[in-house]
């Protein structure tokens, strides 16, 4: 019984059935002649048995070939149907942006504006773990985040692009003792703890992160609490809880705290796009020229002149990118 006949052979094979000439098949298919006999035979061989009865005056179908010929056209048949269903409309394209605030928001932002024909629909979430997860079981399309914090086999079914070396900060209470400066060393934190969503199953990779920057510094990581959902929830659990928090440069504002950057060393967040190995759409290319164009104009993946942190494996992944 053959298997996985290509749609291209079966199209010889009809229009050699309708013409019964090799030469006008041919140039029906738009293909050489020697072409099109090539692909009959490998067809032949599939099946196991002549299709056509050939001599030097005229074509006709075996028997073989006339049992053959309306499977050939019904499977023909469905196959353009597939190809018509395919080049309709693109589904929506689902884009993990995590916040408003965060630089995957203005690289889809932009992706709107310069292809407003795609619909690209953002949603939410609180990491790339969990993200991953969702792009490889096809509920997702695109996220951004640290792929060096991913599992192996989870990072093997994904494909991505740098788009930034994030400077990291701190966000402290004003009253706290550094908040009055303008930036951080990050030796001053020695004895904090720090909030850096532990506990969160859908963030490890940022907690890793941490962990890896607190590591002989004397900064604890705050306890494990469960994962809070959205901005507004977010600032009611850390104000009520008193932590100061590891974040980024690019963050929400909480009433009562201040954003400092952290210096000596600039420590760096890599954020790349991540998207479903194999994923063709429209808006995914939308996207990725939108990264492009912001990392370039932006210096985004540019290092700080001063010293930097930013652990080897990330490095790493981020110069494997696509």
């Known amino acids: 019984m053959p298997h996985d006949i290509e749609p291209r052979l079966l199209r010889a094979f009809v229009a050699v059935a309708d013409e ?6 041919a140039a029906r298919l738009f293909v ?27 074509v006709t179908l075996t028997a073989e070939g006339t049992r053959l010929l309306p499977y050939a056209r019904a499977v023909l048949a469905a196959h353009d149907e597939l190809s018509a269903a395919c080049a309709r409309e693109e589904r929506p394209l689902l ?24 619909e690209l629909v953002a949603r939410y979430l609180s990491g790339l773990t969990g993200a991953a997860g969702e792009i490889v079981a ?15 086999a989870v990072r093997a079914r994904l494909d991505h692009l740098p788009v930034r070396y994030e400077p990291m900060a701190v966000l402290l209470p004003e009253e706290h003792r550094l908040a009055e400066l303008p930036e951080v060393p990050l030796g001053e934190l020695a004895g904090e703890t720090l909030y850096a969503a532990a506990g969160n199953p859908m ?9 890896r920057l607190f590591e002989g510094r004397g900064i604890r990581v705050a306890e494990p609490f469960p994962e809070i959902e959205g901005d507004e929830e977010f600032i009611r659990v850390i104000l009520k809880r008193g932590w100061s928090v590891l974040a980024s440069v690019d963050f929400i504002d909480v009433p009562g705290m201040v954003l400092r950057p952290l210096v000596d060393p600039v420590p760096l967040s890599p954020v790349a796009m991540v998207w479903r190995k194999g994923l063709r759409h429209p808006g995914l290319d939308a996207l ?35």
């Open 20 to 25: 019964l000439h090799f030469t006008r098949a």
């Open 32 to 58: 050489a002649q020697q072409a099109l006999s090539r692909d009959i035979r490998r067809l032949e061989q599939r099946v196991g048995g002549e299709l056509f009865a050939r001599t030097t005056r005229q």
């Open 95 to 118: 884009v993990d942006v995590g916040s408003k605030f965060a630089v995957a928001y203005r690289i889809l932002t932009t992706a709107r504006e310069a292809a407003p024909e795609q």
């Open 138 to 152: 096809g509920r997702l399309d695109v996220s951004f985040g640290r792929v060096a914090g991913l599992d192996a």
């Open 203 to 211: 963030t490890v990779e940022w907690t890793d992160l941490a962990e």
């Open 288 to 322: 990725r020229r939108a990264a492009r164009e912001l990392t370039a104009s932006r210096g985004w993946l540019e290092r700080p002149a001063r010293d930097a942190w930013l652990p080897p494996d990330d490095a790493v992944a981020m110069a494997a990118g696509a």
